[in-house]
């Protein structure tokens, strides 16, 4: 079954510092890769996708993920943190059978202090 | 583009009472919509998957006749629980997914808190 794995439970940047949220995966064929963010008490927030193509995937904000095959990661990242990115950040795969549903991660809470 | 709607946004209910929410993709037909749950602090969890035209597909554990899906068009998917109690309070989100047939992303709703007292 596909899966993602999303370590952290929380992570603390300043603002204006570089910021790295991390995914690995787990799946069985070609990875169909996904961030979302999530605002209190909103819905889920598209960010960027891996389909195929370039391993640097830029998104919306300013955000970008690196594809990594041979490590199997799908990190997020943004060179210069903002306050207002401070969110809850999804990982997410689309499992390749059936709906073609998607398995998210546990979430990650980012944190960015002024 | 690619706007999803729910209503209501939060609804409280009395225990034993029913309640329907309703998810409308706005600007585009979703021939599939997914319905999920999220507790304080947790991750999405998958509901269930609902098709115009045709039955809900449940994830397991999650009780069909409790949580009654109707996809009656390509634009409206509806979730009623049915006979609430304390423990169906949470944070309902429902997505949709267009008709093309490269169509990877899921747009989500708002979402709909539901205070069952």
New interface residues.
């Given amino acids: 079954a596909q899966s993602v794995a999303q370590p952290e439970d929380q992570v603390n940047v300043a603002e204006g510092n570089p910021l790295t949220v991390k995914c690995t995966y787990s799946v069985s064929g070609n990875p169909?890769l996904?961030w979302?963010v999530q605002y209190p008490?909103?819905?889920?927030?598209?960010l960027l996708?891996y389909?195929t193509g370039d391993n640097l995937v830029k998104g919306s904000y300013g955000f970008e993920a690196e594809f990594n095959k041979s490590q199997t990661s799908f990190h997020l990242k943004k060179p210069s943190a903002l306050v207002s990115d401070s969110a809850l950040y999804?990982c997410a795969v689309?499992d390749g059978t059936?709906?073609?549903?998607?398995v998210?991660?546990?979430?990650t809470r980012l944190l960015v202090s002024p | 583009g690619a706007v999803v709607s729910q209503h209501p946004s939060w609804v409280i209910c009395k225990s034993g009472t029913s309640v329907k929410i309703e998810c409308r993709s706005l600007d585009f037909q979703a021939t599939t919509m997914f319905w999920y749950r999220q507790f304080p602090k947790q991750s999405l969890m998958l509901m269930a998957t609902s098709n115009e035209g045709s039955k809900a597909t449940y994830e397991q554990g999650v009780e069909k006749d409790k949580f009654l899906i109707n996809h009656a068009s390509l634009t409206l998917s509806t979730l009623t629980v049915t006979s609430a109690h304390p423990e169906d309070s949470s944070f309902y989100i429902c997505s949709a997914r267009g008709l093309a047939a490269n169509s990877y992303e899921q747009y989500f709703g708002p979402g709909t808190r539901l205070t069952v007292t």
Avoid: A, D
């Fill in positions: 169909y996904f979302y008490n909103r819905g889920l927030q598209f996708k389909i999804f689309r059936g709906f073609q549903k998607l998210f991660g546990t979430g």
